[in-house]
């Protein structure tokens, strides 16, 4: 079951949005605290859903002015494919280096990263692996000799695992790579976020009463 795209009527117009757009932000900066999972020193992993794509669009319609319903669906067209399905997680990785010497010395050592993530479920463990990510992704974003400091990750719970990490079995985001080691059990917090993305029951803030 696919969830369902966000639309042009699920974006306000500019003048609405700056009505609500301090309440709002505060709301999603929570949201987001509770959907982000640190990996190490470096990585961060923010699993996104309708509000964090949400919250993409209007802050693009409104740095870009944008204030048609052709350019807010185009914006659409780009981010709606980040939400989750149910039975997924979708979430974007960031490779967090703020020197141009980190870049220089992590991206080419972190080839292959975004392939290098894990939720580890229960004891025995359950290994949930993302899917490979899209022909045009991987060209984009990973190169032979150097990868990105963004990618889209999505993984596929089977019944079985999604049943497992609904039900209170311990649940572990991993990172394996050669390069990099990170392992973070999820809080409490995160884990009902993420079971509520798995479950297809994530509503949307509702933006008309904010303000």
Known sequence: MAASPLGVGDILDLRAYDRVRDDYRRQVIELKRRRRVALGPILTVVFEC???????????????????????????????????????LSATLFVELTTEEDLRRWLPRLVGIERALAFELGDPVAVVVPSVPEATHAEALTRENVTAAVHYVRFVFPPAARARFSGGDAAALVVHHPEYEARAVLPPEVRAELAGDLEGRSELIPLAVLG
Do not use: K, S
């Open 50 to 88: 309708a509000d964090t794509v949400r919250f993409q669009v209007q802050e693009m319609a409104r740095a870009e002015r944008i204030a048609t319903d052709e350019g807010v669906q185009h914006e659409l067209d780009v981010y709606n494919h980040l939400l989750p399905e149910v039975g997924e």
